[in-house]
């Protein structure tokens, strides 16, 4: 019904910086929360920012003053520019959508991508 689907993971040196992206595919009319989340070797996935339908954001202490979250509502995608990168910083990257309403007037919550790697190298 929905799938999301990321990108723009990879290695890159301490200090450097990386740009994902998320594209929710499907019937959907509007997605009012999206965001991003990360699981490191060993810890629980943990939220890294989210942005809800009207702007407003949320980032772990981690991220703050270092992570952008952004989202274009036509093309149903969310970004997270993230700079500044450390070691800590690497994990697997996962897309979430929550509270999606599709063209047929269902509510789907809690939909997540494949993931995507983050290698921050020392």
């Known amino acids: 019904q929905v799938q999301l689907v990321e990108s723009g993971g990879g290695l890159v040196q301490t200090g450097g910086s990386l740009r994902l992206a998320c594209a929710a595919s499907?019937?959907?009319?509007?997605?009012?929360?999206m965001g991003w989340y990360r699981q490191a070797p060993g810890k629980e996935r943990e939220l890294v920012a989210n942005?809800?339908?009207?702007?407003?954001?949320n980032y772990a202490g981690s991220a703050e003053g270092r992570f952008t979250i952004s989202r274009d509502d036509d093309k149903n995608t969310v970004y997270l520019q993230m700079n500044n990168l450390k070691p800590e910083d690497t994990a697997v990257y996962y897309c979430?959508?929550?509270?999606?309403?599709?063209?047929?007037?269902?509510?789907?919550?809690?939909?997540w991508g494949q993931g995507t790697q983050v290698t921050v190298s020392s």
């Open positions: 942005m809800l339908i009207y702007g407003s954001t």
């Open positions: 499907g019937s959907i009319t509007r997605i009012d929360v």
């Open positions: 979430n959508a929550n509270r999606i309403r599709l063209r047929d007037s269902r509510l789907i919550f809690g939909v």
